[in-house]
């Protein structure tokens, strides 16, 4: 079956401007999780949803970055005001339950340069 | 608070020869410990997982990996490597069930196995 898929796979924007990362988790999935990858560095958390809602949004680095997941389905992460130090790959996993024991499965990410 | 250490930033190995990738964590409460892979321009896939029980976990691709209770370890082993095997491989740890979502990933050990 599908596995998990994000749009675009690479954008490039210039400081200070909006951007919008699709994640679309496999079908029957109830949890999503969102990852920022630097260079040289393993993924970090940013957020998990449970269904539609946020359930630990403890890894958002500030208020410029949001998520949602309105139908429970397909995610965008949203960060406003970009700054160069976001630059990174954002991944998307996605995961039957969400129970610490699941296996997370991941897409190919999505990599983000801001000039 | 919860960590992973992957102590080596490389690790070679000749094909045929048995490959050793070291994990330590830090962590309070029983630990889930993941194994995931990165192929060039492609995303995480799993590898393997401990939960509970046989402290020797058999995965995918003929992988392994011990856990060490005592010295806080996950090492990933196989018997005999291939040029195939080489890529990134990250460690990674949730939290026991109280301990909320966010899963730690290790900063990544890249594999080479040479022909």
């Known amino acids: 079956g599908a596995g998990v898929s994000q749009t675009p796979s690479n954008k490039v924007t210039e400081k200070g401007k909006y951007v919008e990362l699709r994640c679309d988790p496999i079908s029957g999935h109830t949890a999503l999780y969102w990852y920022r990858q630097s260079l040289g560095q393993g993924p970090e958390f940013l957020i998990y949803?449970?269904?539609?809602?946020?359930?630990?949004d403890s890894g958002l680095p500030n208020d410029r970055f949001f998520a949602v997941r309105p139908e429970g389905s397909v995610s965008t992460l949203k960060i406003q005001r970009t700054e160069r130090g976001d630059s990174a790959v954002y991944l998307c996993a996605s995961s039957p339950t969400g129970h610490v024991t699941d296996t997370q499965y991941f897409g190919p990410g999505t990599r983000l340069t801001v000039l | 608070a919860q960590s992973v250490a992957q102590p080596e930033d490389q690790v070679n190995v000749a094909e045929g020869n048995p490959l050793t990738v070291k994990c330590t964590y830090s962590?309070?409460?029983?630990?889930?410990l993941f194994w995931y892979v990165q192929y060039p321009n492609r995303g995480l896939q799993f590898l393997l997982k401990?939960?509970?029980?046989?402290?020797l976990v058999k995965g995918s691709y003929g992988f392994e990996a011990e856990f060490n209770k005592s010295q806080t370890s996950f090492h990933l082993k196989k018997p005999s490597a291939l040029v195939s095997d080489s890529a990134l491989y990250f460690c990674?740890?949730?939290?026991?069930?109280?301990?909320?979502?966010?899963?730690?990933f290790g900063a990544g050990t890249r594999l080479f196995v040479k022909a």
């Open positions: 949803f449970q269904g539609t809602g946020a359930a630990d």
């Open positions: 962590v309070s409460g029983n630990p889930y």
């Open positions: 401990y939960i509970t029980g046989d402290n």
């Open positions: 990674a740890v949730s939290p026991s069930v109280t301990g909320g979502f966010k899963t730690i």
